[in-house]
């Protein structure tokens, strides 16, 4: 990881300062997310990519099994500990032993790091902890017996999934007492990125509502298609269609608040993560001439999964980007429960800020927080650090509210 470095931000052409608006009214926002969380408790955790255009700030993907740990600023490990038990202790049952299933990353070692970073926090909560083999392919040391999950010797009281289920729900989860965190039924193989969008923009709706605001500049657009293979072509007239209808939607936008930038739209798997299955597209010749290379690009997921749903989301601008470096820059924001804990930014040395900057390439510096999101300084400008981490933080609850809606709704 390297040393922070400072991240400027050009406030392009706003003429209704979304920012401003947030904190202006940030107590109201703080009493309406009480009250959501009473309804719809959050997943057990969590991790937010956003993009900030000025005009524009939003969530473009929401991880409930998030990776990364090892990115986080290590001198808040105190905070991430508190959150950690504050995230247990609202589940109200007896909780001393926990069961981490992992990714099957077994090569991958920033994988590893975060997993042991992850593993060593819920430890200084005060719980004993014990990692399976990263294979659930391989179950031979899981045992079901009268419906309580064992693993080589060890019974947990609760089961925290770090996997994503993107290859499908393991047989030995099925009919377990235990508590899984999160639901297993909210990994990728039930769950999509659609799903989880239509869930955001109502709870924007809401919330923009509140704010007497339009809820465009922090919901991004999107449309979906059917089935789609971008070997055979099946399914690409249906594309077209939904990106030029996107795109009018966008344009017109841009022109009511008189921006003057290129409207763009990432296609991207409907479900899946680790940025695989993403392009990024400026016009519609661009679908109906896509290369080889792009082709192959969409074929499969994460696990060679086959990619035959893809999501097309209007793309935000990152108009951040590191000081010295001049790399383009996104926060990422990471939260136990409704608690959030900081994140760090990703910044890509040959990414433009129209592009996707989770891809091979990318660095990670860690968000020097002081107040962690929590609240505003209404005597400091808008857009300085801890005004703009405040913003970061509403919408990454915006996020994760929509994801509790989705988990209120599949269990």
Known sequence: MKAFQEIVYSNRKNHENIHEKIIANHQQIEGWFRNQWLKYPAPFYSSIDIRNSGFK????????FPAGFNNLNSDFQSLYVTAVKHSLDTLKTKINKILIIPEDHTRNEHYLDSLGYLSRLIEKAGYEVKVSKPSITDNSKFKNINSLLEYDGFIPDAILLNNDLSAGVPSFLDNVKQVILPSKNIGWTKRSKTDHFNYYSDVCSNFSNLLGIDSWM???EFRNCGEINFKTKQGEDCLVYNAEKLFNIISEKYEKYDIDEKPFIIIKADSGTYGMGVISIDSIDQIKNLNR???NKMLSTKG???LNKVILQEGVYSFE???ESCNVAEPVIYSFSNFLIGGFYRTHE??????????PGMIFQPIPLNDICISPDLSLDIDSQINKYYVYGVVARLAILAAAKELFNLD
């Open 218 to 220: 922090i919901d991004p």
């Open 321 to 323: 980007e590191t000081k």
């Open 57 to 64: 700030i939003s969530p473009i993907d929401t991880n409930l």
């Open 350 to 359: 040959n990414k433009a800020n129209n592009e996707n900057l989770n891809s």
């Open 304 to 306: 060679n999964v086959l």
């Open 293 to 295: 290379k792009q082709r």
